[in-house]
């Protein structure tokens, strides 16, 4: 559990992506959350907009931290960049331009209780792999399940070839509104303590609870054939608080 939460990740995917997009997630430890939503929401997103507006990124989410005060941050910022501009020369506007009411002094202050505030835990980056939505579901709903993998050394292909194969499609009814596939791709190596993460969607909290409250069964044999190809580690759940897309 420690190695986990040591190097966990999440990811958040945009529909049609190719693999030239990159994820970088930074995991973010808050001491005093209602402050640092409040920086989140008149500061960075605001910054952020801008760097969309220049073309450096394609989008900027945040997420939160639902289920339980174990997991060690409580927040994630997800910045989408497109891989052949990553590398372009680029000069940011300075904050004093974006936030022509401040002066460079309270700009400053501001950033050091920001920084006394909150701390980022760990990043990293990652690509989509495949994903499902549910017919009708044109955005990702505002829960997200990530469930975090450990594919067995040399055997990634079977394991994402699988996984894709077992969910081609998410029936009508279901509460699940979508699934997503994503592989690391900042490290390689055994020691990894996950090298895959999936992520299952949905409308709200209590559907996730529903759907994992009914009663215990044993996996199925095509499930038992994955589970020789990885190794479940945890999951965690968030709630979408700032979703800003090109």
Known sequence: MKNFFTCLLLFFVFTGFSQKIT?????????NINDYDQNLKTKFQKVNQNYMDDGRILGWHVWKVLNGAQTPFTHVAVSIY???VADEDYTPKKWTEIFPDLTEDELKDWGEKNNKNRKIIFETQIVNVAEVLQNGVTTYPDIAVVNFMKAK??????YEDLEMALTKSIPNNSIRKGWSLAKRIDRYGTNMSWTHFTVDW???????????SGPSTNASKSYQNMMKLRDLTDNVVLKKFIFLNK
């Open 202 to 212: 949905y409308d709200k909290y209590s559907d996730f609870l529903k759907r994992t």
């Open 153 to 158: 050394h040399g055997k990634y292909k079977s």
């Open 23 to 31: 994820f970088d997630f930074a995991f973010i430890k808050a001491e």
């Open 82 to 84: 497109d891989l052949d």
